[in-house]
């Protein structure tokens, strides 16, 4: 009697949650590897798969940009991670933002229920050539890849890898809020409707503000690391120091909303976005930071409605790990040198909760077909799972980093079109070719 075909997936976060659910769509076993609750990483605090760490908001959800159009790709292909953040979504404008906690939950549950699914709460912290021959592996320990782990994946690839630094922004419990100070509104919406909290400040309080997150106590590097940052998720002192007014044209930018208290624009805004569905949290839009804790309660108190907020979380900053993909990837995610391991997420060189759920799906998809003697698949270029694969194979190496989709990995459209009209022409195009894709897989 022929064993059934099984596959090991080491992470339970978001690639590592997605790839374990396709594998067994396609009828292999897996067995998902996750440490928690037997060793958290210094970002992570729930028991559950697929914690959101960073941000509660998987971004835009609107078909004509490049990440709505990889979230409408992953839904028509039976994503379990969209699943669940439609199903747990909070109020955030034309953002797909969710609760954390049932967005886990369901996720976890999903897992858990499923009859060619188990869940082992272990630490992996190496991977022995015998363990990649008896079963296909699929790495998709994130950004916080254990330092055992770390080393043993450079062994096997032989290359060194990359690093850059992220950092968390804070949440705030809502009770604390001063709403006669705060008020609602989203950007070019009438005054009291919309999605977020505004706190408004003006030039003498922006000024001061500033001051002291580019002066205040922040967390010190180790001696044998450097500041690398990703520039679509800078602390919000970095943005400080870049210059007196680079945070007000950021995530402080107070275009397009009004001060009811005044009648008129504020000089700049600290934005704050619903973090659960009842309401009851909020996260500071944008103000990812490495202050340390006590510095954060003081400085940010002095925001406008704050002065007596109550931090549910503070933020913090830690390291992400990823390869040098182009040097060591094949575009079917497998390692160049073991074709029966593949890597997924954001260790695999993409950046975001929902590239690196993308990343998870195709890596699924392509274990379970590896494992059973089929041949694993490409995403055509034109779709935006095709974009970030062609991404972070073909990259000039010395140029690598990290990157958000976006329509500049794309191939050029056919013809030259007005800027408002690309995003529906690039949606339209990659579509038609994803379904073509899907067809085919015959999902």
């Known amino acids: 009697m022929t ?19 396709q594998a067994s769509r396609l009828g292999v076993r897996v067995v998902l590897h996750e440490m928690k609750p037997l060793k958290f990483s210094p970002a992570h605090k729930m028991q559950g798969l697929a914690e959101l760490v960073c941000s509660n908001s998987l971004r835009s959800d609107a078909l004509n940009s490049a990440v709505g159009l990889l979230k409408e790709e992953m839904r028509r292909a039976g994503s379990l991670i969209m699943e669940a953040a439609d199903r747990n979504r909070v109020p955030a404008g034309k953002a797909l933002a969710v609760d954390r906690r049932r967005f886990s939950e369901f996720i976890t549950n999903a897992l858990s229920q499923h009859p060619l699914i188990e869940i082992r709460r272990n630490e992996v912290e190496h991977i022995p050539p015998e363990g990649m021959d008896s079963h296909t592996t699929v790495i998709a320990t994130g950004p916080l890849t254990s330092d055992a782990l770390s080393s043993s994946l450079a062994a096997l690839t032989g290359e060194e890898y990359l690093y850059f630094y992220d950092a968390i922004a804070p949440v705030i419990l809502a009770e604390s809020i001063d709403m006669s100070v705060v008020f609602r509104q989203s950007r070019y919406e009438p005054p009291g409707e919309g999605d977020y909290l505004n706190c408004p400040m003006n030039r003498e309080q922006y000024q001061d503000f500033i001051n002291e997150i580019i002066h205040g106590a922040k967390v010190p590097l180790r001696e044998f690391e450097k500041a690398a940052y990703f520039e679509g998720c800078l602390p919000v002192e970095v943005m400080a120091e870049r210059g007196f007014d680079t945070l007000r044209y950021g995530p402080m930018k107070p275009v397009g909303l009004v001060d009811p208290a005044t009648g008129e624009m504020p000089w700049a805004v600290v934005q704050l976005r619903q973090e659960d569905i009842d309401g009851t949290m909020y996260n500071m839009v944008g103000f990812q930071t490495k202050l340390k804790w006590k510095e954060q309660e003081r400085i940010f108190r002095m925001i406008p409605g704050l002065e007596n907020a109550e931090f549910v979380r503070l933020g913090s900053i830690h390291r992400n790990t990823f390869v040098c993909a182009p040097k060591v990837i094949r575009p079917t995610l497998q390692l ?21 759920t993308a990343m998870g799906w195709l890596a699924g998809i392509n274990a379970a077909r590896f494992e059973t003697g089929a041949k694993p698949l490409v995403p055509p270029a034109e779709t935006a799972h095709g974009a970030l694969t062609s991404h972070i194979t073909n990259t000039e190496t010395k140029n690598f980093q990290p990157m958000n989709v976006n329509f500049g990995l794309f191939p050029r459209l056919p013809q ?28």
């Open 3 to 21: 064993a059934q075909p099984c596959i090991n997936i080491i992470g339970g976060g978001l690639a590592g949650s997605e790839a374990a659910w």
């Open 416 to 443: 030259k079109l007005p800027k408002k009209k690309r995003g529906d022409a690039y949606a339209e195009r990659a579509l038609k070719a994803w379904e073509q894709f899907l067809e085919g897989l015959k999902m």
């Open 336 to 356: 160049q040198k073991y074709p029966c391991l593949l890597l997924a997420g954001q260790v695999s060189g993409v950046e975001g909760y929902v590239e690196s």
